[in-house]
């Protein structure tokens, strides 16, 4: 995958999520196995330098659980994968861009990009979980929801 640029978008399943899965084979059935391997095959990737893009599919239902609160714990698989906060951001942005080949419009703060911006209080780039208080979004350059 790194030798020819491709990214891996892999559906990084955390365990839990996992183990509300109907296990329709012998490799779902071990959620803990599973989910040990999802890590791993995320690390050495990582630590290779294989392009990454972030992606979920949330598929399962948990009990008082909102869907997109499940998509942030997929975060929790790519800390466990070593992956740091600066290259899980460019996952979810630049390289998501470039991987569906919309990067000259967007995954970037540039001059001539879509304005799509978020801001929260904290530093994602120290904290990745503070992905959770957004208090800010600009869309197309216009603002969608801005904290009060």
Known sequence: ??????????????????????????TLADANKLGKSIIDRLSRAN???????FGSDTVTEMPGRTRADMMFDYLAVWRAADVVPENILKAMTSNGAELLRSNKERGAI???????????PGNPLQDVESLWKINFVMKNGKVVRSAK
């Open 1 to 26: 995958m790194k030798e020819k640029g491709t990214f891996l978008v892999g559906t990084d399943f955390p365990t839990e999520h996992l183990a509300g899965l109907n296990p329709s084979n012998d």
């Open 47 to 53: 630590k290779i330098g294989v392009k990454m893009a």
């Open 110 to 120: 540039a001059a001539g990009q879509f304005a799509d911006i978020v801001a929260m």
